[in-house]
């Protein structure tokens, strides 16, 4: 049972407060809390009859920290609040489920920081993820914007550096007309001025900083000299992420205990990085490279601390062996190593951060009027931060957790992580889909991993009808992760003569129905579709273009795809219905195609997925290639079990694979070759709302 107070007015007793307040020295005072607010702050003031009274005498009361540069996922609220970290601002991720994270209920629930989001990045094409917005002309750009600002209702826009340069200027008229600050990595090909223009208010990371076309190998000191100068001029703010490089050069210790509060999925990610990693580390060559990189970039971090540029702590957790809550303190001490003073980190890591991030009206220091976000700890943070690794409590939003309420709120996470590791073992059941009448053609089981963790399961079957038609049918279980509940999906799809003539699909989550429904019409030519929400009718859409297939996103996508595809023969373009998150259906065009390894791939906007297919057409394997590198990002539909049915033999003729081990078996990434990993990061975090289960 947590030890957590939750009254109308609490008292906080005898501690040194420190505000954060302009010109406000630390000293003893009381602090009265109403609800969710501060109520006063004062040396003996009046405690009402029936308050609270809770004595930290001796101790130290401060603002909740701030990480300005997360990838948000709920099974990480019990890490940031445990680290004294009040309020997070993830990048972008999945817009929907961030959308719903952020609501109160849920953000009460753990209690989890207070949540502000990008909604999905903006990126170009292929996007760095599968939860990009990939951008490639100015119509894509506006509509991407505008569902942002005003359905998912955005706190900001985050950019990656693929998005196109030539369209910020119109990006920060969009913003700006939106009333939404502009944050991101410097795109590629744009220079620092252009961004100046179009009104960026933060960069993330020291390589934005780097002049046009140069490599941190062969950059100069003096080269810094007009970036900073014209982000200074303009108040762009900088991420810095100046530990970032120290971890790429650690060897990580991947003990067990390492990840006991970590999820499955991020626990493989993490060691899928660490596998790629170590051979760079390994050779000499590549190792001395990143080590003379390193004073280059402490040189420039030193600059900025001695700048005018305004400093935002970000720990770009969960990315890599950034751990969520502990990498943020880990980045605060390497801003103490570098020479500011703790209570200046202090400072911008609260009261400045607020104002970066626009929270300043309610977060970031301790006054009457403020959210009741704050840390009470052992020692003095002008002496040392080390205090947050272990806080004596934190209160969020009124809710003041102790230490044993916060040890208990850790407990609870790595005995759930355990489970769901124990449960990785066994198989995950789902019911077998409704049939249509007819021969059964095939049928099985499959599930999708992403690296170690378990995503979902799928039953399937193929129905060949007696009128001579084809029915696909799966039905998808999704488990439940953090605040997300569980889903299911239900697919139907009928094909004639290889062409989609009518589909349904069902999806059930939380109580919600919502179900798509679509027929081709012959006589009008015309792919008419209508969608119902708990038995309401949502909207309708019409296309003149007929498409193949119905598809779902990459995580939870129906393995009826890769059985569809396996039946189309020719290479080309092909057109398919891609559902949003709404299950609103849009007509994409796929690039279909035979790679070398014999697999049967398709290009889309988000990356590749290619198709490996057994005797009888069992799909054995899909694999997704997320953005531009399938390193970290590659799914596997791995075969359970099949039953029944003669068979859906694919009708495409694969050629020989080369050999194993030859360069021709290497897994083709979206650009037709094998990525190979940079000596040192270079993209934000963006897999925000992932999946631990």
């Given at each position: ?102 609501s109160?209920?849920?953000?009460d ?7 502000l ?18 951008i ?5 750009l ?11 209702f955005?706190d900001?826009?985050?950019?990656q ?25 410097r ?105 003379r ?82 840390v ?38 790595a005995?759930?992580?355990?489970a ?14 409704e ?13 999708t ?11 399937f079957?193929?129905?060949?009808e ?16 953090g ?10 799809q009928r ?30 030519r015309t ?8 038995g ?21 996508d ?37 790679v070398p390894?014999?697999?049967?791939q ?7 997925m ?7 057409g ?76």
């Amino acid at each position: 049972m947590l030890h957590a107070i939750l009254l109308d007015l609490l008292a906080l007793t005898g501690g040194t407060v420190h505000s954060q307040l302009p010109g406000l020295a630390p000293m003893v005072n009381d602090v009265l809390i109403d609800g969710d607010r501060i109520l006063s702050i004062g040396a003996g003031i009046d405690i009402p009859e029936g308050a609270q009274v809770i004595d930290v005498t001796g101790l130290h009361i401060v603002p909740g920290l701030i990480d300005g540069m997360i990838s948000y996922d709920p099974e990480h609220d019990a890490l940031y609040v445990s680290r004294g970290i009040t309020t997070v601002r993830d990048m972008g991720g999945e817009a929907a489920n961030l959308n719903v994270l952020r609501s109160p209920e849920l953000r009460d629930r753990t209690p989890g920081p207070f949540l502000l989001s990008a909604g999905s990045v903006l990126d170009g094409q292929p996007p760095q993820s599968s939860a990009a917005l990939p951008i490639g002309n100015a119509q894509q750009l506006e509509a991407s914007v505008s569902a942002l600002a005003n359905s998912f209702f955005v706190d900001f826009l985050s950019v990656q550096p693929g998005f196109p340069g030539a369209l910020v200027p119109r990006l920060g008229e969009l913003a700006q007309g939106n009333r939404l600050d502009l944050w991101g990595m410097r795109p590629r090909d744009a220079e620092i001025s252009t961004l100046v223009d179009a009104g960026w208010r933060g960069l993330l990371g020291l390589d934005s900083l780097l002049p046009t076309g140069v490599q941190w190998a062969f950059v100069q000191p003096g080269a810094f000299n007009a970036n900073l100068a014209a982000i200074a001029d303009a108040g762009i703010a900088v991420v810095p992420m100046a530990s970032e490089l120290d971890r790429f050069l650690s060897e990580p210790d991947l003990a067990p205990a390492v990840f006991e509060h970590l999820g499955v999925f991020y626990e493989g990610q993490w060691k899928a990085e660490w596998r790629a990693r170590k051979p760079l580390l390994e050779d000499e060559d590549a190792l001395g490279q990143a080590r003379r990189i390193l004073p280059k970039r402490a040189a420039l971090f030193e600059r900025l601390i001695a700048s005018d540029v305004a400093l935002l702590p970000g720990s770009a957790a969960p990315l890599s062996w950034a751990m969520p809550g502990d990498s943020l303190l880990d980045e605060l001490q390497t801003w103490v190593e570098a020479g500011m003073e703790p209570g200046d980190v202090l400072r911008r890591a609260t009261a400045d951060a607020a104002r970066l991030v626009g929270v300043a009206a309610d977060r970031g220091a301790l006054a009457p009027g403020r959210i009741a976000d704050l840390v009470v700890l052992d020692s003095d943070p002008r002496v040392t931060l080390s205090g947050f690794r272990s806080a004596h409590a934190v209160m969020v939003r009124g809710r003041y957790l102790d230490r044993a309420a916060l040890d208990s709120m850790l407990a609870l996470v790595a005995a759930k992580h355990m489970a769901v590791r124990e449960s990785l073992s066994r198989p995950l059941e789902v019911e077998a889909p409704e049939l249509p009448e007819g021969a059964l053609v095939l049928a099985g089981q499959v599930e999708t991993f992403g690296l170690d963790a378990r995503l979902s399961a799928e039953r399937f079957a193929v129905v060949r009808e007696p009128d001579g038609a084809v029915s696909v049918v799966g039905r998808v279980r999704v488990p439940a992760s953090g605040g997300i509940a569980e889903s299911q999906l239900e697919i139907f799809q009928r094909l004639r003569d290889g062409q989609l003539e009518n589909l349904r699909l069902r999806l059930s989550s939380g109580g919600e129905e919502l179900i798509l429904t679509g027929l081709w019409e012959p006589a009008t030519r015309t792919f008419r579709t209508e969608r119902r929400l708990n038995g309401a009718f949502l909207a309708g859409q019409n296309t003149t273009e007929r498409p193949r297939l119905l598809t779902l996103d990459p995580i939870t996508d129906s393995v009826t795809a890769a059985l569809i595809l396996g039946q189309i023969e020719e290479d080309g373009e092909i057109a398919v219905f891609d559902l949003g998150a709404q299950l609103e259906p849009s007509v994409d065009t796929w690039i279909f195609e035979t790679v070398p390894s014999g697999a049967r791939q398709v290009r889309v906007r988000q990356g590749a997925m290619q198709f490996r297919y057994g005797p009888g057409g069992v799909p054995l394997e899909v694999r997704r290639i997320s953005g531009r590198s399938e390193a970290l990002t590659t799914n596997v539909i791995e075969m359970t079990s099949a039953f029944g049915g003669a068979g859906f033999p694919v009708r495409f003729v694969a050629p020989k694979a080369p050999p194993e081990g030859s360069a021709g078996a290497q897994p083709e990434g979206p650009d037709g070759g094998a990525e190979t990993p940079e000596p040192a990061p270079q993209e934000a975090p963006q897999e925000g709302s992932g999946s631990d289960d």
